[in-house]
Antibody, heavy 120, light 110 residues
Framework: QVQLQESGPGLVKPSETLSLTCTVSGGSVSSGSYYWSWIRQPPGRGLEWIGYIYYNGNTDYNPSLKSRVTISVDTSKNQFSLKLSSVTAADAAVFYC????????????WGQGTLVTVSS | QSALTQPASVSGSPGQSITISCTGT?????????VSWYRQHPGKAPKLMIYEVSKRPSGVSNRFSGSKSGNTASLTISGLQAEDEADYYCCSYAGSSTWVFGGGTILTVL
């Protein structure tokens, strides 16, 4: 059974960089069948796709966040990571990592989510 | 890239059927048959219920069905059960390797 687990600071100061890591178990980030994604959900609001990465390092990002987002993958640790720079209060959200199945175009496994608050 | 439009809430009684709409544009829902639906219970991660407009993953009840007409996709739940009470989100491929979600719909089982 594939499991994803987010980790990282729950509090980030305005203007700083948010950094999160997703650890994958029961599956491999090196699999060519999947992209590894980040999705966020501000409190009480809907989901927003942030971006995803392929095992070879190819990335795609939400155009509205592209200038501030970097997603990277570490195949040796079976992890992938998110960096979001210059955060503001509007970036506060539950952040989910998820697996995207490229052959059928859906997000099939999700982490439980981690809440990140932006405050000084 | 704007969020897909969903009704804020829908409701139905046990045993009834409800439909949740998801309206996009000709750049996303209207062009690509790559709409998926997710159910999210409070405090939980979303769960895939429908993909590629109308396909059900293994293990998802056949009470859930999906369809699309023009720029609007729909999720229908028949034989409503208490466990169906949750938030539902649609998601569509938006071109250029990007994805867009709907704002979410709260389903209340009366």
């Amino acid at each position: 059974q594939v499991q994803l687990q987010e980790s990282g600071p729950g509090l980030v100061k305005p203007s700083e960089t948010l950094s999160l890591t997703c650890t994958v178990s029961g599956g491999s980030v090196s699999s060519g069948s999947y992209y590894w994604s980040w999705i966020r959900q501000p409190p009480g609001r809907g989901l927003e796709w942030i971006g995803y990465i392929y095992y070879n390092g190819n990335t795609d990002y939400n155009p509205s966040l592209k200038s501030r987002v970097t997603i990277s993958v570490d195949t040796s640790k079976n992890q992938f990571s998110l960096k979001l720079s210059s955060v503001t209060a509007a970036d506060a959200a539950v952040f989910y990592c998820a697996r995207y199945f490229r052959d059928s175009y859906y997000f099939d496994y999700w982490g439980q989510g981690t809440l990140v608050t932006v405050s000084s | 890239q704007s969020a897909l439009t969903q009704p804020a809430s829908v409701s139905g009684s046990p045993g009834q059927s409800i439909t949740i709409s998801c309206t996009g544009t000709s750049s996303d829902v209207g062009t690509h048959n790559l709409v998926s639906w997710y159910r999210q219970h409070p405090g939980k991660a979303p769960k895939l219920m429908i993909y590629e407009v109308s396909k059900r993953p293994s293990g998802v009840s056949n009470r859930f069905s999906g369809s699309k007409s023009g720029n609007t996709a729909s999720l229908t739940i028949s034989g409503l059960q208490a466990e169906d009470e949750a938030d539902y989100y649609c998601c569509s491929y938006a071109g250029s390797s990007t994805w867009v979600f709907g704002g979410g719909t709260i389903l209340t089982v009366l």
